[in-house]
């Protein structure tokens, strides 16, 4: 009956309850799968509190400088791509993975260095910002291919740039005695 009002170009008063419905159906699934992915305020710190722990010897190296703290990135979304290992990049979710640096575990995030930028004659990090609850899990002891700590991480939806994995934002922090002479 509905395909017969389309032809005939008159719909009734039922026809636009039933789509109404269908529209309907569609927002309240829709809200309750977003409220489903969300976390609560609790698994939030309960995930900072697992990832710093897994992290605490790591973050001290950095702290004293004692140890390389470089580590890679693995974007959850492309991990069981076949061209995962050629690192190519997808038209949606970016890269596949990434290296950086471990900058420091901060309130808002950790924070990794993703290169060197001069501003106004000073060398700053441009630092990278992950939010906690975009890291999904982390492998201290990294995998066959390597072997330094790997996170797993939720990739944003647009990317922006090579580096946009999942960062929410970049810091710059100023190298110590970097200022360049003036000739």
Same mark, same amino acid.
């Given at each position: 009956? @509905? +395909? #017969?009002?389309?032809?005939? /170009?008159?719909?009734? @008063?039922?026809? +636009?309850?039933?789509?109404?419905?269908?529209? $309907? /159906?569609?927002?309240?699934?829709?809200?309750?799968?977003?409220?489903?992915?969300?976390?609560?305020?609790?698994?939030?710190?309960?995930?900072?509190?697992?990832?710093?722990?897994?992290?605490? %010897?790591? =973050?001290?190296?950095?702290?004293?400088? %004692?140890?390389?703290?470089?580590?890679?990135?693995?974007? /959850?979304? =492309? @991990?069981?791509?076949?061209?995962?290992?050629?690192? %190519?990049? !997808?038209?949606?979710?970016?890269?596949? +993975?990434?290296?950086?640096?471990?900058?420091?575990?901060?309130?808002?995030? =950790?924070?990794?260095? $993703?290169? =060197? #930028? #001069?501003?106004?004659? $000073?060398?700053?990090?441009? $630092?990278?910002?992950?939010?906690?609850?975009?890291?999904?899990?982390?492998?201290?002891?990294?995998?066959?291919?390597?072997?330094?700590?790997?996170?797993?991480?939720?990739?944003?939806?647009?990317?922006?740039? #090579? +580096?946009?994995? /999942?960062?929410?934002?970049?810091?710059?922090?100023?190298?110590?005695? !970097? %200022?360049?002479?003036?000739?």
């Amino acid at each position: 009956m @509905l +395909y #017969e009002n389309l032809d005939n /170009s008159t719909w009734m @008063l039922s026809d +636009y309850l039933a789509l109404i419905g269908i529209i $309907v /159906s569609i927002v309240i699934a829709t809200g309750i799968y977003l409220l489903q992915q969300r976390l609560s305020d609790k698994q939030k710190i309960d995930n900072q509190i697992l990832i710093e722990n897994k992290l605490n %010897k790591k =973050l001290e190296n950095i702290r004293y400088e %004692k140890a390389n703290s470089k580590i890679q990135l693995y974007n /959850s979304k =492309l @991990l069981n791509k076949s061209y995962f290992t050629e690192n %190519k990049r !997808s038209r949606i979710w970016g890269y596949p +993975y990434h290296g950086a640096e471990l900058y420091s575990a901060n309130f808002d995030g =950790l924070e990794f260095v $993703v290169g =060197l #930028e #001069e501003i106004k004659g $000073v060398l700053h990090y441009k $630092v990278g910002i992950i939010p906690y609850d975009r890291i999904l899990g982390i492998k201290p002891d990294g995998d066959e291919s390597f072997n330094g700590t790997i996170f797993y991480v939720r990739p944003l939806l647009i990317q922006k740039d #090579e +580096y946009s994995i /999942s960062y929410v934002g970049f810091r710059y922090y100023a190298v110590p005695a !970097s %200022k360049k002479s003036k000739s």
